[in-house]
């Protein structure tokens, strides 16, 4: 028993640092799960969340009755499993390159610049994509293809491949850091022993890199997955610059509920959709996080 | 004595932290609270109640002395105190939907009629026929133009002063326009015979090729997307009266002859280069581009005072061309509104806030251009102007939205304004064509459902077509498919409906 409690003992500094998150999250994610119900109300200010009027599954109506439904589930779903990938392997390319580099000065540095995107504002990303892709001035149409203009906010085509290396190149940076982090911890005498052996570059990323960034992988993995159902709204509302000839490659959930906010129904609708995308997203982090314990089983999240 | 200092530090962490809690929320509040119930020794034995008014300001934070000064008239007139809420343009749909959300106590404020519906459903707004004993001024001002407030039953909120015609017209920049040998009165556009629209595309043609580094036609609005001048929707484009609701039959205007020749006029133009190419998806305003001297030509809706309007929106000498009549419908007038909220704590006195409003010369005065004597001064021609020495770029509080407050009729007009500006915005709509459903207001709640579809149906097309960035023919067909899935006959027949009832009872 004395020995139980000096354990605990050892531990309430942790404890302690990690109240205020604690107390963080509770207020501010498990307690607001309440407002769940009001997905399933009509929801009104003058009535609050108790006093409005249930009304059972109507507000998720307007989003099955929708033309555009197939749609828009099919944009939200393929396009977070391209980023997912995408953002993996560009992730880990860049990751392995940048630990590759000798000259420290240069590493900190890039280190520092793959992250810079990151910390741009959506909106300023989309004027400097609209600088490209303008139809009028843009960099583009006035260059490269001057006797060729492309109508860029006219023409469906290219959008999915556009969409995927702007929201490539503003997040990668976040994951190429983790990557990086996990690399300079694997021990050097791993690489020398395999260098000794003659194996060469890419046989020692195949056999010593990666397999042990496997738990960072899953691990972002996971959490990328558990967010499939949402989409950044900034990235597929603004950067399409709201075109509506683009709208079956670039509508996505978010964008769809926020065009028909201005009519009326909006917050149990809003509500409705919300918990739509939470628990599709709940519901494929269980699949992938089960599938992960069955394969390596120290990698699973919970 | 380590683990002592570990465990005092983390402590101290997260008192720190939950202290910063604290603090936060005393600060959370956008509105200023120092006019709340202090003190007031004056003969009243009641408390003076503070209304809490949200008006349109284009920029927050210089409302402290006019707010005191505003106190001063309401304490003497009514026994009350006055909270000014700005609210600018861009933050009206997402600030000022989350303070209603989470119940601010506001008392009244303006509310556009594109918003009626989600109020209307989320309960905020307050019946203001059932407070008529407070609110006689106003109806003695408005005449009939009170019926206009109405939906269903409900008398949602009071019109703001204003012209109540909403035409459209073409401004073109004057020095090139006569360097090329037009004149006004060359131009006489009328949707009776659409090839009067051609002399425009001609004129284009000429610019470009005179000027080649100024785009003759640009800008965020053109004919396709001003539903309001040429038709009444009873509130939204769905289902309209056409040729300026001079018929009693509701019709798809998407489906009409009008919408297509709009469309294919802009096609020309964006093919044969007279409209920039990025004109459906850059969302600048045409007076933006002609102040930065890239546009000859911009379209516009327009009041009495219009070229006075863009001279100073853009700098510019502009000439008029006008492309539409003027019509009078519903929408027109009750476009804004003044509004009474459910959050308010005493609702009579807020009616009874909002009539002096209506009536009170100082009040709109200081509201418009602040405090008399340090922003504004009477000139020698009787009007408002800046003090010397003070100019639009340093004078500490002026508004000029003279139209989106309660009564404008009874503001000093600003210097530069024609004789007589307010009784030529009070006659600008006397020769207009009065829409058959004038005075009705739509009911859009039975069919709330089928109208969120269809407004996510026209934000796929609406831009594309109505600016020439597509093939017209083949895009409207599309267009009307899926505005019919998307349920336009109910709205339309419901429209009918409650247009047909209302006819009999007149």
């Not at chain 1, 050892?10 to 963080?24: G, K, N, Q, S, W």
């Not at chain 2, 700005?86 to 933050?91: E, G, K, Y």
Request: glycine content about 6%.
């Amino acid at each position: 028993m004395n020995k139980k409690f000096a354990k605990l003992k050892e531990f309430i500094p942790l404890y302690l640092l990690m109240i205020p998150c604690a107390v963080y999250l509770i207020i501010n994610n498990y307690i607001p799960m309440v407002g769940i119900v009001s997905a399933f109300k009509k929801f009104r200010i003058m009535d609050g969340i108790l006093g409005s009027p249930w009304v059972g599954l109507q507000n998720f109506e307007y989003l099955f009755r929708s033309n555009d439904l197939t749609i828009i589930i099919r944009n939200t779903l393929l396009y977070n499993a391209a980023f997912i990938i995408v953002n993996t392997i560009v992730g880990l390319f860049l990751a392995i390159l940048i630990t590759e580099i000798k000259n420290e000065k240069m590493k900190k540095l890039y280190q520092s610049s793959i992250l810079l995107p990151f910390t741009l504002s959506m909106v300023v990303v989309s004027y400097i994509v609209f600088a490209f892709l303008s139809q009028e001035n843009g960099m583009l149409n006035n260059s490269i293809l001057k006797n060729h203009p492309v109508e860029w906010f006219s023409d469906p085509t290219w959008w999915p491949l556009i969409l995927i290396i702007v929201q490539c190149w503003k997040t990668v940076g976040y994951g190429a850091l983790i990557y990086i982090a996990g690399i300079v911890t694997i021990d050097r005498s791993l690489f020398e022993a395999a260098a000794i052996d003659g194996a060469g570059k890419w046989k020692q990323i195949k056999h010593i890199t990666l397999p042990s960034l496997l738990p960072s992988i899953i691990t972002l993995f996971l959490l990328s997955v558990s967010r499939i159902g949402y989409s950044d709204f900034g990235l597929f509302y603004l950067i399409p610059q709201n075109s509506g000839t683009l709208f079956n490659v670039t509508a996505t959930i978010d964008t769809y509920v926020y065009s028909t906010m201005m009519a009326a129904g909006g917050i149990g609708r809003s509500a409705a959709t919300g918990l739509m995308q939470a628990l599709v997203g709940f519901i494929l982090i269980i699949l992938a996080n089960s599938l992960v314990r069955k394969l390596s089983s120290k990698d699973a999240i919970f | 004595m380590k683990k002592f200092l570990s465990i005092s530090i983390a402590l101290i962490m997260v008192l720190v932290i939950l202290a910063g809690c604290g603090g936060k929320q005393q600060n959370n509040s956008s509105s200023s609270s120092n006019s709340s119930s202090s003190s007031n020794s004056s003969s009243s034995s009641e408390e003076p109640y503070t209304v809490n008014f949200a008006y349109h300001a284009p920029k927050e934070g210089n409302q402290q002395e006019v707010n005191d000064l505003i106190n001063e008239l309401t304490m003497r007139d009514l026994n009350m105190k006055v909270n000014l809420i700005p609210l600018s343009w861009d933050t009206y749909n997402s600030k000022f939907s989350m303070m209603l959300a989470s119940g601010e106590p506001i008392d009244i404020s303006f509310a556009f009629s594109f918003s009626m519906p989600s109020f209307l459903d989320g309960g905020y707004i307050v019946d203001a026929s059932e407070y008529e004993e407070y609110t006689k001024d106003i109806y003695n001002l408005l005449g009939e133009e009170v019926k206009a407030g109405y939906i269903g039953d409900m008398l949602v909120g009071f019109p703001m002063m204003n012209s109540r015609a909403t035409p459209s017209a073409i401004f073109v920049r004057k020095d090139i326009f006569e360097a090329l040998g037009y004149k006004e009165s060359d131009f006489n556009i009328t949707t009776d015979d659409y090839s009067s629209f051609d002399k425009l595309t001609e004129l284009f043609a000429k610019v470009k090729q005179n000027y080649p580094d100024i785009t003759p036609f640009d800008g965020f609005r053109t004919f396709g997307l001003n539903t309001i001048t040429y038709v009444d929707g009873l509130g939204d484009q769905f289902g309209v009266l056409e040729n300026y609701g001079q018929s009693t039959t509701i019709t798809n205007w998407y489906e009409s002859e009008q919408f297509l020749q709009f469309a294919k006029l802009n096609r020309k133009w964006f093919t044969e280069g007279y409209a920039s190419k990025d004109i459906a998806v850059d969302k600048e305003l045409g007076q933006a581009k002609m102040k930065a001297g890239k546009t000859f030509a911009i379209f516009a809706s327009y009041g009495p005072n219009a070229l006075t309007d863009v001279k100073s929106q853009t700098g510019y000498d502009v000439v008029m061309i006008p492309v539409s009549e003027k019509m009078k419908s519903t929408t027109a007038v009750s476009g804004a509104m003044n509004v009474v909220l459910h959050t308010s704590k005493d609702k009579a006195k807020a009616f009874q806030f909002l009539n002096w409003a209506y009536t009170n010369a100082e009040f709109n005065d200081l509201l418009n251009w602040g405090v008399p004597g340090k922003d504004w001064i009477v000139n020698e021609n009787g009007q408002a102007d800046y003090p010397p020495g003070v100019t639009v770029q340093n004078v500490h509080y002026h508004s000029d939205y003279g139209f989106i407050y309660p009564n404008q009729y009874l503001m000093t007009p600003w210097a530069g304004s024609p004789e007589g500006i307010w009784d030529n915005l009070k006659n600008f709509d006397k020769d207009a064509l009065i829409s058959k459903a004038f005075g009705l207001n739509f009911d859009s709640a039975p069919v709330t459902a089928e109208i969120s579809q269809l407004t996510s149906v026209i934000a796929k097309y609406e831009n594309p077509i109505s600016f020439g960035a597509v093939d017209p023919e083949e895009n409207i067909k599309k267009l009307n498919e899926e505005l019919y899935n998307a349920g336009l006959q109910k709205v339309m027949d419901e429209k009918q409906r409650q247009l047909d009832a209302w006819l009999a009872k007149q």
